[in-house]
């Protein structure tokens, strides 16, 4: 007699070993185990041998599909296929797909390369993926995706408005394909077909002031600020040391030579490929004696910690980033007209466009990566007597300005 669906969920291990097996004819049965598994069996008769074929688990399996599958296996072996082996067969193609799949090779891609990046970086490029790439193309084998798929992905970024992002997917996804090339798991890099396919990014670059008279006006308004010690000098020093925020706000007393005029940004700090923040030297800044008075002042409040601008809630931090935006805001100047990485921006467009202090000198002190002749991305050294004149002559420059609001010639550097 068949089986029932109610006599197969009533069912129950016995352990005197009778009624453990439950037929539902044409040698298919439930086996009872003593573990209370009921697992969908069939027997059949290939090549001259007895063989079982596993079904599946009840009640993951149902009866109806356990029959659907008895019905399959029947038809394989009425063609002379053994079903077990077709099985099998299918699994190694499941398991081969899997390997092979966009996903999978894009993960072994990040697993590789991921040591030569920044971790903030590495990070970034396997969020994008997850986020906007896996769910659409990740489980497709490599070799069966087209532009039209990978285009279709880079749509769905472009409409929510991050064409940005949609142009670093689509370059992501094309070094997944070209290593999937590379290791003999796809044809060609089917993005290469997708050049144009987007509309290009006009990039938006930090919100600066750059005419001398209102560079005077923020400078005093710097001087006028009535915030915290720390902020005013972090504020007073951003513009005469133009480094990076970070770099700014992440600084330690160590990295200090007051008696030397010298400030040595570890190159773990500086925004370098993962290789380069590991081997690459610090990076020195040269400073004035105007920025060696502001920092002896502060090291007396600060000097007995690690960062000169600790958070106000912790010494073991430091500033929160947002706390010189901030402090701008506060001075009346918002996000569109200038911010604390702004002052790069400020240094360079002054000095090179309008003082005409020689571009290489100043790239060299905003740790710029340009190569030098010899091939070098960065040596610590380079034009270091011309740059300690240059950041004297700097400070200097911005005090004349604030007092006078007047433009005047930057002297001769190098």
């Known amino acids: ?91 190694r193609t499941q398991r081969l797909n899997a390997e092979n799949s966009f996903e999978a090779i894009a993960r072994e891609w990040h697993t590789k390369y991921i040591s030569t990046w920044s971790d903030s970086h590495g990070n970034r490029i396997l ?139 570890p190159g773990a700090r500086m925004k370098r490929r993962k290789q380069a923040k590991a081997t690459g030297g610090a990076h020195i800044v040269p400073l004035s004696s105007q920025a060696v008075t502001i920092l002896r002042e502060l090291h007396a409040l600060t000097g007995n910690g690690h960062f000169l601008f600790p958070s106000i809630r912790t010494r073991t931090r430091p500033m929160s980033e947002n706390t010189v935006n901030a402090a701008l805001r506060r001075l009346g100047y918002d996000g569109e007209t200038m911010t604390g990485h702004g002052f790069r921006a400020v240094a360079r467009t002054i000095m090179v466009e309008r003082l005409h202090v020689p571009a290489e000198i100043v790239e060299a002190q905003m740790a710029h990566a340009v190569k030098n002749p010899l091939g070098r991305a960065y040596d610590r050294t380079v034009f270091l007597d011309q740059r300690r004149e240059m950041m004297q002559s700097w400070a200097n420059y911005l005090d004349q300005l604030k007092a006078s609001a007047q433009i005047m010639p930057l002297p001769a550097v190098g």
């Open 1 to 91: 007699m068949a089986l029932t669906e109610l006599q197969a969920k009533n069912a129950r291990y016995n352990p005197d070993g009778k009624g453990n097996r439950l037929t539902d004819g044409d040698r298919m049965y439930l086996q009872l185990t003593v573990s209370g598994g009921k697992l969908w069996r069939m027997n059949y008769r290939f090549g001259g041998k007895d063989k079982t074929l596993s079904l599946g688990q009840y009640p993951e399996i149902s009866l109806a599909e356990a029959r659907r599958r008895r019905a399959s296996a029947r038809e394989r072996l009425a063609t002379g296929i053994d079903p077990s082996e077709a099985k099998k067969a299918e699994k």
């Open 127 to 265: 969020r994008r993926l997850e986020v906007d790439a896996f769910p659409w193309i990740g489980g497709r084998p490599m070799a069966s995706i087209t532009p039209p798929d990978v285009l279709d992905i880079l749509r769905r970024v472009e409409k929510r408005g991050a064409l940005e992002t949609a142009h670093r997917l689509r370059g992501n996804v094309g070094q997944v394909c070209r290593y999937a090339v590379a290791t003999g798991r796809a044809e060609r890099d089917v993005t290469g077909d997708l050049r144009g396919a987007l509309p290009p990014v006009h990039p938006e670059h930090m919100a600066a002031i750059t005419d001398p008279k209102e560079v005077a006006e923020l400078l005093r308004a710097i001087d006028g600020y009535s915030g915290s010690f720390p902020v005013i000098c972090a504020l007073r020093l951003a513009p005469m040391l133009f480094q990076r925020p970070g770099e700014l706000r992440f600084a330690g007393w160590e990295e200090f030579d007051l008696d030397g005029g010298t400030w040595e940004i």
